[in-house]
């Protein structure tokens, strides 16, 4: 993929164009130099030194550009008024790029400018000053140089003032005087030099929206800002940030735009470097602040803790991760199981989410190893403890408790997680804690078997797949069939009741039924509907039309407050159940149930014959034909008989 190299930087008002300020920085523990008369374009030569940029965008507010800069993109080296004979007929994006030429050219007339307007003999006075102060500071540091005294004045300012105070009547211009003569005498490795590779860059202005003020606000032609920064599928685009010259919340709302974009799983974007720098009065030089971009990864790590904790989503995490290239296997497990809850959760896979949260219970359960960067040391010693916060129980509890999972999820309004959690995994756990469960004896399990061998064979093929767990099919599918509500009947209730004969009768040839707390009728009967009416509830919103209506009040959802408040209420139900438990002392009591293969060898060796139940709103619309095995000599008679009014006639039998 090709990559792309943007400079985004901004202007102010300058002043006197013909007042040049100093800026150094730290490079790989090197002191370098440069001169602008904006901080601008001390910013923009930084980064011109240093790194190949295709593209400088400069973010201007009214009054420093003329009608017709704005808007373009040219090269730079084109720029026509490079031959302005003067230069306050130009604008101060103009200025700025023709200062930028110069610097390509390794020429600067505003310093020649500079030097020349100090009458000779005042020169020559400023000379013998300096020269003066140069002897007795050598003398005084015997390994220092006179070509790298501007180096020491500008990390010395109590140097400086001794300076000046050797020098007669002292005037502003005499400082500019000198601070220039000095700069000149750096040795040419301290001073910066564009790198050629940058012969070629464009430049493009994009203007505020406002017609006043001096700075670029928070929001001021973001759209903009984001079209002219964004080029194509393709094209990948290196981002470098000159914040100098922005409000803080000006720069720091265009970053966190820019943030998203580069936080995209599949972004093409990538902020590179973030610069700022701020005049410093009376220093001898002001630092280019080029730590912003530690900064900046403080920021989106916060991001990407945020995003994880209060959403499951762990990509900011992942990439800054890969983005350092450090091996560390406590690290590479904590970001993997991060991985499987953020994809349990995105594609509502539970048990995905599950697995996840078991490896983050195996990772902390080990102390935190190995040799880390002291940044990224703090920052993931941080994040483990806000997951530890966040998960509580989730990850102390020996068994992942799935009480303590729906209400973890319903915490952080994962709805849809929150109901499949419920309508998937509480069945099995009804009936593993015994709340609902059909074995208690050999006989039990084998009328299990004959009831759910029956259904198997009753249900078509394509639907058979609901019998490999067979605890969530005798919780929630089991004998629906034979339940079919009258119009406006509230068919959770009555598939309930019928459900519940089985307490009170044994002996209905159905599946067993069994509670550990079926002497609490009413707060069992309570959970169940619970359950039963929630799955009715997620069948209604998730094959739910659009709603008339529904933009005018963007506050209130009426689908969602139903989600909410089922989902609360079978959280209430619940408690109250896992309370009667605890009271009782039951807490560890756990059910046998049949395996899903050991049914599946059931159903091979008791095949039965019958057409499917495809049912139909007055009940079963297909007769059962029997096939029994026959001996040697037998004959199968059927006899087909229909029922009246009248009582039964006998229609016919066949052989």
């Given at each position: ?158 140097g400086e003032q001794d300076l000046y105070s050797g020098i ?432 599946r060898e059931y159903t091979e060796d008791h095949k039965l ?47």
């Amino acid at each position: 993929m090709k990559e792309y190299n943007i400079l985004l930087t901004s202007l102010g008002d300058l002043g006197n164009r013909l007042s040049h300020r100093y800026f150094y920085f730290e490079d790989k523990g090197v002191t370098r130099y440069c001169d602008g008369i904006s901080i601008a374009e001390a910013g923009a030569k930084y980064i011109m030194s240093h790194d190949p940029i295709d593209e400088i965008i400069v973010l201007g507010a009214p009054g420093t550009f003329y009608p017709g800069e704005e808007g373009t993109r040219i090269p730079l080296k084109n720029y026509s008024g490079y031959s302005a004979n003067n230069i306050d007929s130009l604008s101060e994006y103009g200025f700025f790029l023709y200062r930028l030429l110069q610097f390509q050219e390794g020429v600067d007339m505003e310093g020649i400018d500079v030097l020349e307007q100090t009458d000779p003999a005042r020169q020559e006075e400023l000379i013998k000053a300096y020269d003066s102060y140069l002897g007795s500071f050598i003398e005084e540091n015997p390994t220092a140089s006179a070509d790298n005294m501007f180096h020491y004045l500008a990390q010395d300012p109590d140097g400086e003032q001794d300076l000046y105070s050797g020098i007669i009547d002292l005037t502003r211009q005499d400082i500019r005087w000198l601070k220039r003569y000095i700069y000149t005498k750096l040795k040419a490795g301290a001073r910066l030099s564009s790198l050629d590779v940058n012969d070629g860059l464009l430049v493009s202005f994009i203007p505020s929206d406002r017609d006043e003020d001096i700075k670029i606000a928070s929001g001021d032609n973001i759209i903009k800002i984001v079209q002219s920064i964004y080029k194509s599928d393709d094209i990948k685009v290196n981002l470098y940030v000159d914040m100098q010259g922005l409000e803080t919340s000006a720069g720091y709302s265009i970053l966190a735009v820019l943030q998203l974009l580069s936080n995209e799983a599949d972004s093409n974007f990538e902020i590179k470097e973030i610069i700022t720098s701020h005049r410093s009065k009376g220093r001898f030089a002001t630092p280019i602040d080029n730590n912003e971009m530690a900064r900046y990864k403080i920021n989106t790590l916060l991001s990407g803790m945020e995003a994880f904790i209060k959403y499951g989503k762990v990509s900011i995490i992942e990439n800054y991760w890969k983005s350092t290239g450090i091996t560390n296997d406590h690290i590479d497990r904590l970001v993997n199981a991060m991985r499987w809850v953020d994809d349990g959760i995105s594609l509502c896979n539970i048990p995905d989410l599950e697995y996840g949260i078991r490896l983050l219970k195996d990772v902390f359960k080990e102390p935190f190893t190995g040799e880390l960067p002291e940044f990224e040391s703090n920052v993931f010693r941080i994040l483990e403890r806000g997951i530890r916060k966040d998960y509580g129980a989730l990850l102390t509890e020996e068994e992942l408790n799935c009480l303590t999972l729906i209400r973890w999820a319903y915490r952080k309004k994962f709805y849809q997680q929150c109901l499949t959690i419920i309508e998937s995994r509480v069945p099995i756990e009804l009936v593993d804690r015994g709340i609902f469960y059909y074995w208690e004896t050999d006989e039990d399990k084998a009328e299990f078997l004959r009831a759910m061998n029956y259904e198997f064979y009753d249900t078509i093929p394509r639907l058979r797949y609901c019998f490999k767990d067979l605890s969530h099919h005798f919780v929630k599918y089991y004998a629906r069939s034979q339940v079919w509500p009258k119009k406006g009947e509230d068919i959770s209730r009555k598939y309930l009741d019928y459900r519940k004969r089985k307490f009170t009768d044994k002996t209905l040839k159905t599946a067993p039924l069994y509670s550990i707390i079926e002497d609490h009728p009413e707060e069992l009967d309570d959970l169940m509907y619970s359950y039963y009416t929630l799955g009715f509830v997620r069948n209604t919103i998730n094959h739910a039309g659009v709603k008339e209506g529904a933009d005018q009040d963007p506050l209130r959802n009426e689908r969602i407050e139903l989600v909410d408040t089922t989902i609360a209420d079978f959280i209430s139900k619940y408690a109250k159940v896992t309370d009667i438990i605890k009271m009782k002392g039951l807490e560890g009591f756990r059910t046998r149930t049949v395996s899903a293969e050991e049914f599946r060898e059931y159903t091979e060796d008791h095949k039965l014959f019958i057409t499917p139940n495809t049912g139909g709103r007055n009940g079963r619309n297909n007769i059962t034909i029997p096939r029994p095995r026959l001996k040697a000599g037998e004959k199968l008679i059927i006899s087909v008989e229909i029922e009246s009014e009248d009582g039964r006639k006998k229609l016919g039998g066949y052989e």
